[in-house]
Structure formats: C-alpha cells, structure tokens
C-alpha cells in the first residue's frame, strides 16, 4: 500500500528552528510537495522536489532523499503566524497525490 | 498567476436538500480538478479526479450517486452533494492542475458545508 507518515504535532518556540520529518512509500514518485494550511482555510503551496537534495527559499527549505524515501521542512527564525498544519504530499506514478495527515505545529512565545 | 476560486464559501442547509459547489480556474485552463474533503482535525481526503469532457473517477467509499461531478468546461467543475445529510457536513476543498502540467495543484480556498 501507500503510506506517508509524519508527526502529528510538533512545539517550538518564537525565534528558533523546526525540522518536520516525512517519509513515505508509494507506488512510483513524482515529486514530493509540502503544503501549509491554517485551520479554516485550503492549504498553500510551500515547496516541490523531484530530486534529491536541498531546496531553500526564504525562512523554508525543503530536503529530500528518493533512496531513503525521505524528507523534511525545515522552518528557521519562527514566526507566531508559522503556527499551522503542514502537509506533506507524494504524486505517485498516476500523477495522483497521496497525503500525509498532516503536522500541526504550535509555536510559542 | 494561478488562482482557483470556490463558490460559496460557505452554506448552511437544511437535511435531504442538495447543495452544488462551484470550482473555477480564473487565470489557467485546466485539465484535471480534484475535489477534497476534510474533517476538522483530520488530513485531505480525495473524493474525485473530474477530467473535463469525461465522467468523474471517485476513491472508493465514495458514492458518485450522493456527489455528483461536473467538469463542463476547462475552468469550470462543480459538485453537488444531493440529498445531503449531517454527516455530510465539511470542508470541500477543490483544486486544479494545469493544462499538460502534471505537477502542483492549485487550491481553491474551500467551502465549508453545514447541514442542519
């Protein structure tokens, strides 16, 4: 079957860094997405990789490795309004996107 | 750009009447529309993949005669959820790929459905 797994929530505090994990097993690979969704609202695109390595933008960046099925966001200098759920997301062979269930990160002062 | 509007945002209605929803590409044609649901604390469930010109693909466990799919047009998809019940109160939310893109969706910014 396919599967992604990530935590279901993560605590951190203003100011400093968060890694949120995902790792997954699918059927063919297509590009991995992480999205943000605030509660109440439809998610919004963070980031997209197809190949392995390091994709930085801004206070983002998005890893990933195909051989260990592998990869995370991380999050630097946080921002209360970072406070979301972060899904990640896999297009498998179909073009078909398979959805974790999602991190909710809280963050404190 | 790529913006996906939805409408309405959201609808309060009554037990056993039927509620369409409208998904629109402004700015992009596209081929394929998804269309989500999601419970309050859960993840994106996907109902459907509506192809335009052709009928709808739903994910199992979904009844294609409770929630009927149309995709007239090139930027245009809705849903209608016929009959509906408490059960069937969520956020839809439905999102749009790109005319021989095959990578990001875009999102529309989801409707939430209340049943009474």
């Known amino acids: 079957g396919q599967n992604i797994d990530q935590p279901t929530e993560m605590t951190a505090t203003e100011g400093a860094i968060v890694q949120i994990n995902c790792t997954y097993q699918?059927?063919?690979?297509?590009?991995l997405f992480w999205y943000q969704q605030h509660a109440g609202e439809a998610p919004t695109f963070l980031s997209y990789n197809v190949l392995d390595g390091l994709e930085e933008k801004g206070r983002f960046s998005s890893f990933l490795s195909r051989s260990k099925g592998y990869s995370y966001l991380l999050l630097k200098e946080l921002q209360m309004k970072d406070s979301a759920s972060y899904l990640c997301?896999?297009?498998?062979?179909?073009?078909?996107?398979?959805w974790g269930a999602g991190t909710k990160l809280i963050i404190k002062p | 750009g790529a913006v996906v509007s939805q409408h309405p945002s959201w609808v309060i209605c009554k037990s056993g009447t039927s509620v369409k929803i409208e998904c629109r590409s402004l700015?992009?044609?596209?081929?394929?529309m998804f269309w989500y649901r999601q419970f309050p604390k859960q993840s994106l469930m996907l109902m459907a993949t509506s192809n335009e010109g052709s009928k709808a693909t739903y994910e199992q466990g979904v009844e294609k005669d409770k929630f009927l799919i149309n995709h007239a047009s090139l930027t245009l998809s809705t849903l209608t959820v016929t009959s509906a019940h408490p059960e069937d109160s969520s956020f839809y939310i439905c999102?749009?790929?790109?005319?021989?893109?095959?990578?990001?969706?875009?999102f529309g910014p989801g409707t939430r459905l209340t049943v009474l």
């Open positions: 700015d992009f044609q596209a081929t394929t």
């Open positions: 999102s749009a790929r790109k005319l021989a893109e095959h990578n990001e969706q875009f």
């Open positions: 997301a896999v297009m498998d062979s179909n073009y078909q996107l398979i």
């Open positions: 699918t059927s063919g690979f297509n590009g």
